[in-house]
């Protein structure tokens, strides 16, 4: 489901299938999570894997 996120004021994906994406993500150690912040950073190889799994 979309969710808007007061802070930055833009839509992300939440409920069960944000959560499956993103554990497929750190799983695959394509992204770490930021220490202290809600933030995701995704290397450069994580974020081409991320664009052919999913935008493919």
Same mark, same amino acid.
Request: aromatic share 8%; charged share 30%.
């Given at each position: %489901?979309?969710?808007? *996120? /007061?802070?930055?004021? %833009?839509?992300?994906?939440?409920?069960?299938?944000?959560?499956?994406?993103? *554990?497929?993500?750190?799983?695959?150690? /394509? @992204?770490?999570?930021?220490? *202290?912040?809600? @933030?995701?950073?995704?290397?450069?190889?994580?974020?081409?894997?991320?664009?052919?799994?999913?935008? @493919?």
């Amino acid at each position: %489901r979309a969710c808007l *996120d /007061w802070s930055v004021r %833009r839509s992300h994906l939440a409920g069960t299938l944000g959560a499956a994406i993103l *554990d497929k993500i750190l799983l695959e150690k /394509w @992204a770490r999570r930021e220490k *202290d912040s809600r @933030a995701v950073v995704f290397s450069p190889l994580g974020k081409q894997a991320f664009e052919r799994v999913f935008l @493919a």
